[in-house]
């Protein structure tokens, strides 16, 4: 049972584009939710948490949708920097363990 | 800016035999994880410690693993009798008090061969 999904890309997009990313989730206990980044063969670095608020961090912008368990990134302005693959993580349970999807690949491209 | 420290980076061993990886934790933290990556999958996790003792584990998590906080500032797993599917990335994490993020180390990089 997938309880976290994303599309697994990959994404390739030019310099300086806007990326979307979407994620649902299907444990409607998650209490929490962040966006992170994996660069290959690294450990998972948190970009940012997610509020239903919407918020956003310098290029990044994310939201969270709880009536449609939807979770979302938007990248604006893309760097070359931004290549990694991006990790939708939610967190349950009375010890806040995370769980992960699958990720979705970003290229960047000069 | 403190991080999760952990060694070995790569750990080489046998099948069936005992390793052990270690972690150092951000040291204000009180929630201390483990996760596993296998290569090509995702992230999963295996434990979660707080306060001295397992708070949650997962399927994945049977009686060859244990885990330990054997001073006040290391955090360790423990795989008793290695099989070739635990080849993996362990990823420690650390989690404050006040907030849900998870912080990781750079993971210790398993090779049962």
């Known amino acids: 049972r997938k309880e976290v999904e994303q599309d697994p890309g990959p994404f390739n997009v030019p310099e300086g584009a806007t990326v979307a990313f979407n994620c649902t989730y299907s444990?409607?206990?998650?209490?929490?939710f962040f966006w992170y980044r994996q660069d290959c063969r690294k450990e998972p670095k948190l970009l940012m948490s997610?509020?239903?608020s919407g918020n956003e961090d310098g290029r990044f912008t994310a939201q969270l949708n709880r009536a449609s368990q939807y979770i979302s990134l938007l990248i604006r302005d893309s760097k070359l920097s931004d290549s990694a693959t991006y990790l939708c993580?939610?967190?349950?349970?009375?010890?806040?363990?995370?769980?992960f999807g699958s990720g979705t690949q970003l290229t960047v491209l000069p | 800016e403190p991080e999760v420290t952990q060694t070995p980076s790569h750990q080489v061993t046998q099948m069936g035999q005992e390793v052990i990886l270690r972690c150092v934790p951000i040291?204000?933290?009180?929630?201390f994880y483990w996760y596993r990556q296998i290569l090509g999958q995702k992230v999963e996790f295996l434990v979660s410690?707080?306060?001295?003792?397992?708070?949650?584990k997962s399927e994945i998590f049977d009686d060859q693993f244990s885990v330990e906080r054997p001073d006040g500032s290391n955090f360790t797993l423990k795989i008793r009798s290695t099989k070739l599917e635990d080849s993996a990335m362990y990823f420690c994490?650390?989690?404050?008090?006040?907030?849900?993020?998870?912080?990781f180390g750079p993971g210790t990089r398993l090779t049962v061969t």
């Open positions: 997610v509020y239903s």
């Open positions: 040291s204000n933290h009180l929630y």
């Open positions: 994490a650390s989690s404050p008090v006040t907030g849900y993020e998870q912080y």
């Open positions: 444990n409607s206990a998650s209490q929490s």
């Open positions: 410690f707080y306060n001295n003792e397992i708070s949650e």
């Open positions: 993580v939610g967190s349950s349970g009375s010890a806040r363990q995370l769980t």
